[in-house]
């Protein structure tokens, strides 16, 4: 038996936001999380997105520029500076190591996504359905090539395999959208396997550990819940910014 995660004040969330973002040339330097959609930043809707799903206690990991992260959040969240952002996100993820070993449930979240806030919500509450506590979110339209990270599902319903090159034959799969919710001790699991990358194999990204994690635990530890057809992008590329643009209209508020 593992540890349930209600939907109660007691989850916290820890938001990865330390990176350059080097492939999306940002105007004026400013890191990935400050980019305005709407006249509000990623980190804002963050922010406010969580408040309203009922989460208080926020935790940003920041690095490149971390002082105008910083400025950003204000009292609404805990800053954790990762001084060594330019070396993989695996990095970031130990350095909230202590928010993964709080003995809360935790949800997990890249910054660099713009989402309808009924993502938030279904990765809440998608216990009542019968979703195991240690939840990925899975979107079956996804684009073709080696960028997106791909969530693979055998015929009987199971997630085996968590890459962007995936290595183990599976029924189908959707692209990742990078939020995830872990019950206290696969949260504590996970600060575990990631020292390990982050002693020794720093260039990493976040995802590894999580799929040791996955393809190491037992059948019905971890479920996804498949939120096809609610719109969100993560943002990478120049034109990644144009599509989070477009999407506005259509984000729920």
Same mark, same amino acid.
């Given at each position: 038996m593992h540890d349930p995660l209600p939907n109660s004040p007691d989850v916290c969330t820890l938001i990865l936001a330390a990176g350059v973002g080097r492939r999306l040339a940002a105007e004026n330097g400013r890191p990935k999380c400050l980019l305005e959609f709407g006249g509000r930043s990623l980190l804002t809707r963050h922010l406010d997105i969580l408040r309203t799903s009922g989460i208080r206690d926020v935790f940003v990991v920041a690095g490149y520029e971390a002082g105008r992260v910083r400025e950003a959040v204000g009292h609404r969240a805990e800053l954790i500076v990762n001084p060594d952002y330019r070396e993989g996100s695996v990095v970031s993820l130990w350095a909230g190591r202590d928010v993964l070993r709080s003995g809360r449930p935790v949800v997990l979240m890249d910054a660099d996504v713009i989402y309808d806030?009924?993502?938030?919500?279904?990765?809440?509450? !998608?216990?009542s359905a019968g979703? =195991?506590?240690?939840?990925?979110? /899975?979107? &079956?339209?996804?684009?073709?090539?080696?960028?997106?990270v791909k969530l693979c599902v055998s015929a009987d319903g199971r997630i085996v395999d968590f890459h962007k090159r995936p290595q183990a034959a599976h029924a189908w799969h959707g692209e990742s959208? !990078?939020?995830?919710?872990?019950? =206290?001790?696969?949260?504590?699991? /996970?600060? &575990?396997?990631?020292i390990g990358y982050a002693r020794s194999r720093r260039d990493m990204e976040y995802e590894e550990p999580i799929r040791d994690m996955i393809l190491d635990s037992p059948p019905g530890r971890f479920g996804f819940e498949d939120i096809s057809g609610l719109p969100w992008t993560e943002i990478d590329f120049p034109e990644d910014v144009a599509k989070a643009r477009a999407l506005l209209p259509a984000l729920a508020a």
């Amino acid at each position: 038996m593992h540890d349930p995660l209600p939907n109660s004040p007691d989850v916290c969330t820890l938001i990865l936001a330390a990176g350059v973002g080097r492939r999306l040339a940002a105007e004026n330097g400013r890191p990935k999380c400050l980019l305005e959609f709407g006249g509000r930043s990623l980190l804002t809707r963050h922010l406010d997105i969580l408040r309203t799903s009922g989460i208080r206690d926020v935790f940003v990991v920041a690095g490149y520029e971390a002082g105008r992260v910083r400025e950003a959040v204000g009292h609404r969240a805990e800053l954790i500076v990762n001084p060594d952002y330019r070396e993989g996100s695996v990095v970031s993820l130990w350095a909230g190591r202590d928010v993964l070993r709080s003995g809360r449930p935790v949800v997990l979240m890249d910054a660099d996504v713009i989402y309808d806030a009924r993502l938030m919500m279904r990765l809440l509450a !998608g216990l009542s359905a019968g979703i =195991p506590a240690n939840c990925l979110l /899975l979107d &079956r339209e996804i684009e073709p090539g080696d960028e997106p990270v791909k969530l693979c599902v055998s015929a009987d319903g199971r997630i085996v395999d968590f890459h962007k090159r995936p290595q183990a034959a599976h029924a189908w799969h959707g692209e990742s959208v !990078g939020f995830f919710r872990f019950a =206290p001790d696969a949260a504590a699991e /996970l600060a &575990r396997r990631a020292i390990g990358y982050a002693r020794s194999r720093r260039d990493m990204e976040y995802e590894e550990p999580i799929r040791d994690m996955i393809l190491d635990s037992p059948p019905g530890r971890f479920g996804f819940e498949d939120i096809s057809g609610l719109p969100w992008t993560e943002i990478d590329f120049p034109e990644d910014v144009a599509k989070a643009r477009a999407l506005l209209p259509a984000l729920a508020a």
